[in-house]
């Protein structure tokens, strides 16, 4: 069966300082990937998708950047964290876009002062 | 472009109490409808959908039905318990597009 893994699951940066959030899915191939965040009391936003190896979409224009290096691996990183950065940041998958379930990691809490 | 309008929360019911939490969208095509539900704590979870004009999606005691004519897709539970105290979002997804979510109605199930 397919699971999706999310590290760290919270954490705590200054601002200024880097981010690398990373996610990983097993038992399937050439996924479709997403990071969605999730703001204190909001929706979702999605933030990056990617429909393979080194092809990265981005939805919204921000600071942060995000990277699929492998198959199966999924990296949201940041230079310089802002104070409006923190939140709930959920990866996801699917096997394609054409089929309609997407299936969410556990998500990362994150906090940045 | 597509977008969808949930019920503005936080509701709070007692157990064993009726729930309804409103959806309503706007979509270019014919849309695919979900809802999702979030734990405390934790990522998404596809708690139901319905791909198409008329069907009714189920899980756990919970429904939605896909109504075309009113744009709607209304999540219904006829007794909630305390387990089911969680954050909602209600979603939609047309071809070749991406998920567009509602903002959430958070649920608490005293009791």
């Known amino acids: 069966s397919q699971t999706i893994h999310q590290w760290p699951a919270t954490l705590v940066q200054p601002v200024g300082s880097p981010l690398s959030l990373e996610c990983t899915v097993e038992g399937t191939s050439n996924p479709n990937l997403y990071w969605y965040r999730q703001a204190a009391g909001r929706g979702l936003q999605l933030l990056f998708y990617s429909v393979g190896i080194g092809q990265i979409s981005s939805e919204v224009p921000q600071n942060l950047s995000a990277s699929r290096p492998q198959d199966r691996q999924f990296i949201l990183s940041s230079k310089k964290l802002l104070l409006s950065d923190s939140g709930f940041y959920l990866c996801?998958?699917?096997?394609?876009?054409?089929?309609?379930?997407?299936?969410f990691g556990p998500g990362t809490r994150l906090t940045v002062l | 472009g597509n977008s969808v309008t949930q019920m503005e929360g936080p509701v709070t019911l007692s157990e064993e109490a009726f729930l309804t939490i409103n959806c309503t969208y706007t979509?270019?095509?014919?849309?695919?409808l979900f809802w999702y539900v979030q734990y405390p704590g934790e990522g998404l979870q596809l708690l139901l959908k319905?791909?198409?004009?008329?069907d009714k999606g189920s899980n756990k005691g919970f429904e939605a039905t896909y109504r075309k004519e009113t744009t709607s897709f209304h999540l219904e539970k006829g007794s909630v318990q305390v387990s089911d105290s969680a954050v909602y979002f209600c979603?939609?997804?047309?071809?070749?597009?991406?998920?567009?979510f509602g903002e959430g109605t958070q649920l608490t199930v005293n009791p």
């Open positions: 979509a270019t095509g014919y849309p695919s």
């Open positions: 996801a998958w699917r096997v394609s876009p054409n089929t309609d379930t997407q299936y």
């Open positions: 319905a791909t198409k004009a008329d």
């Open positions: 979603a939609l997804e047309t071809s070749g597009s991406r998920l567009t």
